[in-house]
């Protein structure tokens, strides 16, 4: 922006709105603060004491201008608050249709990794004009996702999964910070994302093609490394382990007679503490893997039970970064689908099929979690 | 002036001064370690709170310093994360919160409503020695190698990660927060007991509503920090799960309850402020306060809707989204009474009769800043805004305004302002203006620029930074050490005018509040005879007219006309 | 209390020895006396309240683990201390009516049993805590291991969560009992010396509030910890 004004560079969909409200905002307070200051100014200068021992003249308030400057500010900041309020639902809602990143932070860097399987550290590459979502876990403490240019930020919570999400509008290389003190070094716990033309993208994501995509590294997580599939058979045969085929958004029965909607965090929750939600008539036998798998095959995990639903991948509903369990709510912003990097780059927009197509998935299934 | 009526001239009857006063009634050590004299004790806390200001003040400092420049080359980084964790720290637990109740609050309290001492003299001592104990506990974490997890010891990385002395300093936290609770006790009931006859609810000066609105939120937020605290402590200790998910708990959690203090701290912090400079605003115009039931309310609702917008600091810490919008709608309301107050200062003195005696310097550049404060915390009160904002430097900027353009300058106003009852003599008054200034342009100097670099992105408690933020950084430091001047001369002013200064009249600035009615420095006992008012609050009335408590020793040097121009 | 500056002030005409030099009247300083401790219980609130708000999250989050960790807490022990310290309740209204009625004797012995219940209600507490000991249920890291099969759908980290929100609870409140206690020493002197009487029984009064505040305490923990969940996980 204009060199000699210090504001930050706008480079998302809506940074342009929350620098409205900005300016609106200070334009609000220096209106007020200049109004004050000057009836301070004029009263301090009109009414300065001349005489050592001169008393004025009693005035006790005046009950219409208590309210009048009760009201008054209470209307402005009613605007103030419904103006925030839906700015935030702009910036947390995360969109349908938008390209999922996952990203692990650790003492003291970032680490992601692409749906094709690209991984990066403390470097993030984007397509302009497309909305990327982020699904966000940390290893240790908690940090905090901040791109000053993109107006967005969240604090990545250990022990749960937050999203965020954006469509950069300008390519470019801009901030990215850890804004959540973490530690020692939390001041280098800094980064760039790296917005491209789509084309420039495209080069970028072949010329790294040859890494194993999160899917491809859960399923050999879930077949060979870890065992899941001994109970967890695709076709739910042998009772062990309910199948997870089209697992994903749908509710879950619970022994005990509870039901949870089958989101990210529950899968998670489901490999670390196996006990806590038992699906209905299964057995508690699942060992738990707390230890076993680091938060980033936990992320690959998750993206392979979520293959497993094609209908509804990247299909859950989250404001992030509340978690939200309720799967109804239209996004915001949903309405016209990114252009362009959906028909150039059809590897990059949706993930690899799951191995065995799934069957039929019934909205509630008894036998669809976990054991 | 048609609206003035004056009475000048006049041979003075204003009380002169007792020969024996607080001060000079016992001599040595155990006289002062062991008083339950709410006035000596009020100046037991001035000494100690001054001590850990200067020591959270070279912190400042060295934080300036560092971030003159971006790499990070003064201390490492290790060092750094010490240094403002221990600034913010001392600065709150142990100045702000504190500061006006314990020093100014406890001398006047009893003064102002005609009592002869708190309800429980005792502890209110114990609440000093407790406060001091607290203290020692974490400079003890100090010394010993610091604490690195900023004031807010956010979970999983203070119960498991940090290497630093958390839990020794957590338990100073945990200790000073019962010199809090029982300064709030003894307010509360001496408030509601102990006031002379005549003196209703509604003669109460407004410096005495503030801090009973102080004391409820002492008293309800207190011991939430000290149970968090514990379960810190416990957990890092023993390693029970209840922050860290590793351990089956919510780092969340720690946050909720946290903040459940840590927010109406901040209202501990300005309403003692406040009533200063209510008081400030009403005695150096000689006007009542406009609307003053108005703004009395208005610390009450203060007190009451603050304890319900913790989660506002917690927008982006994967709280849900509605409960952040009902944080955010009453973080909104808590501000109307806020701006009801700066409305009726600003029309006192309308029609008034105003002097530019250094305290009312203070009141006057408190409303500024203030008002600049407290508008700021509107833009992060509302969530699309905060969500850029969030752990920025703009965060550090407004909250800076608020405490120090709001609790500092409401502290050393109402210090100059009732000197000359507290020590028996006038400061000296050009320096007094001239630091009132400095204080002003610096504090200005250091902390505007934080808000643009808060925009612009700048996360705070960074020890590196990205060169483009370094033009605001320096113009912040070159503030700081202005600011840092204008904090000093006071200090040493004031120290040398107990034993230079002019002999202060009992009445020097001719008001009729009852600390104006009893000797300068006041007897032990405040008052010779349980005063008995008449009047309202800010009823100003000639000199002559002024009822004097008491009898005064005949002889004593009147010291007038007051210092007024 | 405080008389030695009683004395030097004329301001108290026939001012009871007890009058502190800045209260104006006996009745100024029993209010001052009932309120600040009023004031203080309300504190109290706030501090237990932080746990109180702990326990009711992590129950709704792992319900079947506190309710099989309940399951394993002395019910007979919980339910006799209950008996105990309502007793203790009664035995301090009645220490509290004869110190405003001045009876010296009666004094004396209802302070006496209220300190031998709440001796009781101590001794119990610490032979469960010595069980729990010798279970394994110590919730500190490497001393907690749950013997025997879990429970369906529980895990042990979460079991483990019950019983240190257990220990926390009831030591914070074994802590205000022994505090308690101590009081009712500093009573039981002053009333063996008979300094308590119609004009003066603020403390005795004051020290009642308190102890019956540490019992309601125990009034919310017992059915708490003790009793909720007990009839849902309790087949297994």
């Known amino acids: 922006m204009q060199s000699w004004i210090p ?69 402005i900041s009613m605007g103030i608050f419904v103006w925030g309020a839906s700015l935030v639902v702009t910036q947390y809602h995360v969109p349908k249709d938008a390209l999922e990143v996952y990203v692990v932070g650790k003492q003291w860097m970032w680490k992601f990794q692409h749906l094709t399987g690209q991984r990066e550290i403390n470097e993030l590459h984007v397509p302009v004009g497309r909305k990327v979502k982020l699904v966000m876990t940390t290893e240790d403490v908690i940090h905090s996702f901040y791109v000053p240019a993109f107006r967005t930020k969240s604090d990545v919570v250990p022990g749960r999964y937050t999203y965020i999400w954006f469509e950069a509008t300008k390519p470019g290389r801009y901030h990215l910070f850890c804004a959540e003190y973490c530690g020692t070094n939390h001041s280098g716990m800094t980064g760039s994302v790296v917005v491209m033309e789509p084309s420039d993208y495209e080069n970028w994501l072949s010329g790294n093609a040859n890494q194993e995509s999160p899917v491809a590294a859960g399923q050999r997580l879930f077949t060979e490394t870890l065992g899941c ?5 695709e076709d739910g045969t042998g009772g062990r382990g309910p199948a997870l085929t089209g697992l994903l958004g749908s509710t879950v029965l619970l022994d005990g007679g509870q039901s949870v909607t089958a989101n990210e965090d529950y899968i998670r929750e489901s490999i670390l503490n196996p006990r806590a939600k038992l699906v209905r008539g299964f057995q508690p036998i699942m060992p738990t893997f707390q230890g076993q798998v680091s938060e980033e095959q936990l992320l690959q995990l998750i993206s392979y039970i979520k ?33 362009g990097p959906q028909q150039t780059n059809p590897s990059g927009a949706t993930p690899p099929k799951p191995a065995s197509s799934p069957g039929t998935t019934p909205a509630t299934r008894t036998g669809g979690g976990r054991p | ?79 750094y994360n010490k240094v403002f964790t221990q600034h913010g720290i001392l600065m709150v637990f142990f100045f702000l919160i504190p500061a006006i109740p314990a020093v100014l609050g406890n001398f006047l309290v009893p003064i102002m409503i005609g009592a002869k001492d708190l309800a429980f003299p005792k502890i209110n001592l114990l609440s000093w020695y407790v406060y001091v104990v607290g203290g020692i506990f974490t400079l003890w974490a100090l010394v010993s190698g610091g604490v690195d997890t900023g004031w807010t010891f956010y979970a999983p990385y203070s119960t498991t990660y940090s290497n630093s002395y958390v839990t020794l300093a957590g338990l100073g936290v945990f200790i000073n927060g019962f010199s809090s609770i029982l300064t709030g006790l003894n307010f509360i009931v001496t408030i509601h007991t102990m006031r002379a006859p005549g003196m209703t609810w509604f003669r109460l000066p407004l410096f ?31 390693r029970i799960g209840i922050f860290d998910p590793q351990l089956g708990g919510d780092p969340v959690l720690f946050q909720h309850m946290f903040w459940f203090y840590s927010h109406p701290a901040v209202y501990i912090m300005i309403l003692p402020s406040m009533g200063v400079i209510s008081e400030l605003i009403a005695n150096f115009s000689r006007k009542n306060i406009f609307g003053y039931s108005f703004v009395a309310f208005s610390s009450i609702a203060i007190a009451v809707f603050g304890f319900l917008v913790w989660g506002h600091h917690m927008f982006v810490s994967s709280q849900s989204l509605y409960a952040g919008m009902v944080f955010s709608f009453l973080s909104f309301a808590v501000a109307i009474p806020s701006a009801v107050k700066v409305f009726n200062w600003t029309a006192t003195l309308y029609q008034s009769s105003i002097s530019y005696d250094t305290p009312m310097l203070y009141a006057l550049g408190f409303i500024g800043l203030f008002t600049i404060g407290g508008m700021t915390g509107l833009f992060l009160a509302a969530m699309g805004l905060d969500v850029h904002v969030h752990d920025t430097y703009f965060v550090v900027a407004h909250f800076h305004y608020v405490m120090v353009g709001g609790t500092l300058m409401g502290y050393l106003g109402g210090l100059h ?44 408690r960074y020890h590196m930074y990205a060169p483009e933020f370094q033009v605001l950084n320096v113009m912040s430091s070159a503030g700081a050490s202005i600011l840092g001047l204008g904090v000093l001369m006071p200090m040493i002013y004031l120290i040398w005018s107990m034993r230079y200064g002019r002999v202060a009249a009992a009445n020097p600035w001719m008001l009729p509040g009852l600390e104006w009615r009893t000797a300068s420095p006041p007897p032990t006992e405040n008052f010779e005879v349980t005063p008995v008012v008449t009047w309202e609050a800010y009823e100003f009335a000639p000199p002559e007219e002024l009822q004097v408590i008491g009898k005064f020793e005949p002889g004593d040097r009147p010291d007038y006309p007051p210092a007024t121009v | 209390m405080d008389a030695a500056h009683t004395g030097a002030h004329g301001a108290h005409d026939s001012a009871h020895s007890a009058l502190q030099h800045h209260f104006d009247n006996m009745e100024q300083q029993r209010e001052a006396g009932n309120l600040g401790m009023w004031v203080f219980l309300i504190q109290e609130v706030m501090f237990f309240g932080g746990l109180f708000l702990a326990y009711t999250l992590y129950r709704a989050q ?175």
């Open chain 1, 7 to 75: 504001f930050p560079d706008s480079a998302s969909t809506f940074s342009g709105q929350v620098d409205a409200l900005y300016l609106f905002m200070v334009g609000v307070t220096t209106f007020f603060v200049l109004l004050i200051s000057a009836v301070i100014i004029f009263f301090i200068i009109r009414y300065r004491r001349q005489l050592p021992f001169e008393i004025p003249r009693p005035i006790a308030g005046s009950l219409k201008l208590e309210s009048l400057w009760t009201i008054i500010p209470f209307i």
């Open chain 1, 229 to 233: 599939a001994s109970c967890h058979k």
């Open chain 1, 307 to 339: 293959s497993l639903s094609p209908g509804k991948t990247s299909g859950i509903e989250t404001s992030a970064p509340a978690r939200s369990n309720n799967p109804q709510t239209g996004p915001a912003t949903s309405a016209t689908p990114a252009a």
């Open chain 2, 1 to 79: 002036m048609d609206t003035r009526t004056t009475s000048a001239p006049f041979e003075p009857v204003t009380p002169t001064n007792y020969r024996v006063n607080y001060l000079n009634a016992r001599y040595g050590i155990a006289s002062w370690l062991l008083t339950k004299d709410h006035k000596r004790i009020a100046l037991l806390y001035l000494g100690s709170v001054t001590l850990f200001f200067l020591l959270g003040g070279i912190y400042a400092m060295a934080i300036r310093l560092e971030l003159l420049t971006p790499q990070g080359d003064l201390v490492e980084s290790n060092t």
């Open chain 2, 208 to 238: 005495i509503w503030s801090h009973y609105a102080t004391s409820l939120v002492m008293i309800l937020g207190t011991p939430v920090i000290a149970i968090t605290v514990l379960l810190l402590a416990l957990e890092r200790t023993a």
């Open chain 2, 417 to 460: 302002y009732w000197w000359p009852k507290i020590s028996g003599r006038m400061y000296p008054e050009g320096w007094g203006r001239f630091a009132a200034l400095v204080v002003f342009v610096g504090f200005n100097l250091t902390f505007f620029p934080q808000f643009l670099l808060g925009y612009m992105g700048m996360p705070r």
């Open chain 3, 62 to 236: 792992y319900p079947a683990a506190f309710a099989a960790a309940s399951n394993h807490l002395n019910l007979t022990m919980g339910a006799i201390n209950t008996v105990v310290l309502i007793v203790s309740s009664l035995t301090m209204a009645l220490a509290v009516f004869y110190a405003q009625t001045g009876v010296r004797r009666a004094q004396v012995f209802f302070i006496i049993a209220t300190m031998l219940l709440g001796t009781t209600f101590l001794v119990i507490k610490a032979i469960e805590y010595y069980d729990k000991y010798r279970d394994h249920l110590i919730p500190a890291a490497g001393m907690f291991k749950w013997e025997g099969e879990l429970p369906h759908g529980v895990a042990e980290q979460h079991l483990q969560m019950f019983y240190w929100i257990y220990f926390a609870m009831t030591g914070l409140h074994a802590l205000h009992m022994i505090i308690g206690l101590g009081i009712m020493t500093w009573l039981l002197y002053h009333a063996w010396r008979g300094r308590f009487s119609p004009e003066y029984h603020a403390p005795v009064e004051i020290s009642g509030l308190y102890w019956h505040f540490v019992d309601i305490v125990w009034i919310f923990l017992f059915p708490l910890l003790y009793l909720l969940g007990r009839h849902v996980g309790g087949g297994h």
